[in-house]
């Protein structure tokens, strides 16, 4: 997508490097290389990342227990965050604002936005796919783009949910000082730096917080039915149906070691579904979520004596 000096770019937040910049527009993204079987979000071997790049190398995510941003460190060889080395297997690593981040040979910032994200009026949504999407997951939601304020970047082509090759400063993301989180509310702009937020400190209310996790939540199911849409578009001919059973079998090997464990156990076990309806099936939760959206999934249940069985299938699949 072409920019010029009028156009805006939003994000949750901003990867720059010195020939990249990637506006993260997804509460979880995931670092490293695109394989045949798999793309990623940021593709770090095409940029100059190096022979050292892990396929899934490292994930950056919104933590909703802590209100932050941190960093999943996957990838055997780790990363380096403000020159400090973190290795897999260790607690995500907190991540502010202008951190200096290392993966591979590539050195670019994490960088937040001078503005809320979440607070504030409500824009136009768009949706914008990834570059290598299928129209069964455009169609399920693609790439989510959520409700926030737009930033002015200056000119040049800039990819919105994607990378773009440029080299820019930092000027338009910047620390917010005082604050343990991000996406803090405020429709309005500051005295002081121009944009930048107010320091509400403990002011914050309840309900602003319970809205900003609604909404986070919101991104995450339309994540997971995206990846959903994806999987039965690869598998699934037109008018076949998959068991439910099979699809999460999928699902547990293409995400178990790439999505927040808090993910995983709410659509990929039963562990938060503790009725009789849902024993013996890890999946409850994830064709919970699939019935939300009768308008990209079918489900057909049948049963075989006491046992039920669910299949599933893409609207695009069957008409």
């Given at each position: 997508?072409?920019?010029?000096?009028?156009?805006?770019?939003?994000?949750?937040?901003?990867?720059?490097?010195?020939?990249?910049?990637y506006?993260?527009?997804?509460?979880?993204?995931?670092?490293?290389?695109?394989?045949?079987?798999?793309n990623?979000?940021?593709?770090?071997?095409?940029?100059?990342?190096?022979?050292?790049?892990s396929?899934?190398h490292?994930?950056?995510?919104?933590?909703?227990?802590?209100?932050?941003?941190?960093?999943?460190?996957?990838?055997?060889?780790?990363c380096?965050?403000?020159?400090?080395?973190?290795?897999?297997?260790?607690?995500?690593?907190?991540?502010?604002?202008?951190?200096?981040l290392q993966?591979?040979?590539?050195?670019?910032?994490?960088?937040?936005?001078?503005?809320?994200?979440?607070?504030?009026?409500?824009?136009?949504?768009h949706?914008?796919g990834?570059?290598?999407?299928?129209?069964?997951?455009?169609?399920?939601?693609?790439?989510?783009?959520?409700?926030?304020?737009?930033?002015?970047?200056?000119?040049?082509?800039?990819?919105?949910?994607?990378?773009?090759?440029?080299?820019?400063?930092?000027?338009?993301?910047?620390?917010?000082?005082?604050?343990?989180?991000?996406?803090?509310?405020?429709?309005?702009?500051?005295?002081?730096?121009?944009?930048?937020?107010?320091?509400?400190?403990?002011?914050?209310?309840?309900?602003?917080?319970?809205?900003?996790?609604?909404?986070?939540?919101?991104?995450?199911?339309?994540?997971?039915?995206s990846?959903?849409?994806?999987?039965?578009?690869?598998?699934?001919g037109?008018?076949?149906?998959?068991?439910?059973?099979?699809?999460?079998?999928?699902?547990?090997?293409?995400?178990?070691?790439?999505?927040?464990?808090?993910?995983?156990?709410?659509?990929?076990?039963?562990?938060?579904?503790?009725?009789?309806?849902?024993?013996?099936?890890?999946?409850?939760?994830?064709?919970?979520?699939?019935?939300?959206?009768?308008?990209?999934?079918?489900?057909?249940?049948?049963?075989?004596?006491?046992?039920?069985?669910?299949?599933?299938?893409?609207?695009?699949?069957?008409?």
């Amino acid at each position: 997508m072409g920019a010029t000096s009028s156009d805006v770019e939003a994000g949750f937040a901003k990867l720059q490097g010195e020939d990249f910049e990637y506006y993260m527009q997804t509460y979880s993204i995931i670092l490293g290389r695109n394989s045949k079987k798999s793309n990623v979000d940021v593709d770090l071997s095409s940029l100059g990342g190096g022979m050292n790049i892990s396929r899934h190398h490292a994930r950056i995510f919104y933590d909703f227990s802590r209100r932050r941003f941190a960093l999943e460190v996957i990838g055997k060889n780790g990363c380096l965050v403000e020159g400090v080395l973190h290795l897999p297997g260790n607690p995500p690593v907190k991540l502010d604002s202008q951190d200096l981040l290392q993966i591979g040979d590539k050195e670019f910032y994490f960088l937040l936005p001078v503005r809320s994200i979440l607070g504030g009026p409500v824009g136009p949504r768009h949706y914008v796919g990834h570059g290598s999407s299928v129209p069964a997951a455009a169609a399920a939601g693609g790439a989510i783009v959520p409700a926030h304020y737009n930033y002015h970047v200056g000119s040049g082509p800039a990819g919105a949910g994607s990378v773009g090759k440029k080299g820019r400063g930092r000027e338009y993301y910047e620390e917010e000082e005082g604050y343990d989180g991000y996406g803090y509310g405020g429709a309005g702009g500051s005295s002081g730096k121009a944009g930048a937020l107010e320091k509400k400190g403990d002011g914050r209310s309840r309900i602003d917080r319970d809205s900003d996790n609604q909404q986070l939540l919101q991104l995450e199911e339309k994540d997971v039915v995206s990846s959903v849409a994806t999987v039965l578009s690869d598998l699934c001919g037109p008018g076949e149906w998959m068991p439910m059973e099979k699809l999460h079998a999928e699902l547990m090997e293409q995400f178990r070691n790439v999505w927040h464990h808090s993910r995983v156990r709410r659509y990929l076990t039963s562990e938060d579904w503790p009725g009789p309806e849902s024993k013996g099936k890890p999946w409850y939760g994830l064709l919970m979520l699939l019935r939300k959206y009768p308008e990209h999934f079918v489900i057909n249940t049948r049963s075989k004596g006491r046992v039920t069985l669910e299949f599933v299938s893409l609207v695009s699949l069957l008409s």
